[in-house]
């Protein structure tokens, strides 16, 4: 048993350019974005950094296979204590963003709205037990820009990551997100027209209530030149708390802890990555009791 819904159009689309020397993903996640603000019940800030991270998280776990799953843990000094978002190769996405006050916020001049602090990306593979995990500085505070950073880093190849993500009236009315990547063969020029193609994208993609599709967005980055779609993915929420899951952690904690919860009469337990509340009674604790 797990929570799902399956959007109806966000998605991400992988091509590579004929000559072989550009590989892109372009995703689109309006609605995916729009379930969990909803579900966290967040609007403004923490609405629009929830947003982000689903894009980026969404855009790190394309380059997932099979049953390899990604975490997108930042703590930072801006608009968000912490975000914690899970995303895997089958375009599942979960998660949660700590909104700060604006108050208590410390954003050195010149940095974006995420502040500074540390952004990390645990990477899980199924045959692995370890996870792998990477960690960079927040160096500019705007994720797009970080998570090139991290890229760079972590795979030794030549990246650039644009995040746009817009909202009207508590409503995500863009979540849309690209990384592009410079393969063997690439010239310094290909680099340069590609900078240039984000700067000019994001500008296109704010100007436009359309909503466009990863291919629509793959096509205007890459203008002129031709290229093949390798993969079409489309993205669902989906968490795998549960009521038997909720049981199984509560029997764990102990008879003296459940005794207390019985007087209490009921025991409420919430999911952190997806505001999902289980509520069990007398009845249910007992029976957890003589189990
Ligand atoms: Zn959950």
């Known amino acids: 048993m797990s929570i799902t ?3 109806k159009a966000d998605q991400w689309t992988k091509c590579i350019s004929s000559n072989g020397t550009i590989r892109a993903v372009a995703v689109s996640a309006i609605e995916a974005s729009n379930i ?3 579900r966290h019940k967040l609007t403004g800030d923490g609405q629009h950094a929830l947003s982000e991270c689903v894009v980026g998280a969404l855009l790190l776990a394309s380059y997932c296979k099979g049953e390899e799953k990604i975490n997108l843990n930042i703590q930072g000094s801006g608009w968000i204590k912490q975000s914690v978002i899970d995303a895997n190769a089958n375009g599942d996405i979960r998660g949660y963003v700590v909104p700060r006050e604006p ?3 410390v954003i050195p001049p010149e940095i974006g709205p995420w502040g500074t602090g540390l952004l990390s990306v645990l990477r899980t593979k199924q045959d692995e037990k370890q996870p792998y995990i990477g960690t960079v500085p927040i160096l500019t505070g705007y994720l797009g ?3 090139t950073f991290y890229w760079v880093q972590s795979e030794q190849v030549p990246t650039a990551v644009g995040i746009f993500v817009q909202a009207d ?3 995500v009315t863009h979540a849309e997100g690209v990384l592009v990547q410079a393969l063997p063969g690439a010239t310094d020029a290909d680099l340069e027209f590609i900078e240039n193609q984000l700067k000019r994208l994001g500008k296109h993609i704010g100007s436009t209530t359309e909503r466009e599709t990863p291919t629509s967005l793959l096509a205007y980055l890459l203008q002129n030149q031709s290229f093949s779609i390798l993969e079409q ?4 929420f989906r968490c795998s ?3 038997e899951r909720v049981k199984r952690s509560i029997s764990l904690i102990g008879n003296k802890d459940i005794e207390e919860m019985i007087e209490e009469g009921k025991a409420e337990v919430t999911c952190d990555f997806c505001a999902e509340s289980y509520t069990l009674s007398q009845s249910d604790l007992r029976e957890l009791l003589s189990s």
């Open 233 to 236: 993915t489309p993205i669902s």
């Open 169 to 171: 009236q508590g409503v």
């Open 145 to 147: 820009k970080d998570l």
């Open 5 to 7: 819904v399956t959007t």
């Open 241 to 243: 708390c549960s009521i």
């Open 36 to 38: 969990l603000s909803d």
């Open 103 to 105: 108050a208590e916020r």
